[in-house]
């Protein structure tokens, strides 16, 4: 992996490491997958629709932007501070 393959166009030596390496790191995307499902898993079984709708919509569990407390009590037609006491408190 450390043995040189290639050189840049500046010169500088460049290793398989150093060609295959990302940004991103598979461990945490893996980590971050499972603790969503754990947490799609537990609102699925201990939250009413009501409470899952408001998480959805305020965390962006359904992959669309995350709403503002506001927002989120507007389309639900709920107060704000309802919103606040599910989202950090349930």
Known sequence: MNEPID???DGNVLTLMD???TEDCICDELDTRIKSE???KYIRECLSVREME???MRYGLDGRSPLTQ???ASKM???RSYVYLIAYYK
């Open 7 to 9: 050189t840049d166009k």
């Open 77 to 79: 037609d709920i107060s």
């Open 70 to 72: 506001r927002e989120v």
């Open 19 to 21: 060609v295959m390496a």
């Open 54 to 56: 408001i998480l959805t």
């Open 38 to 40: 754990q947490l799609r």
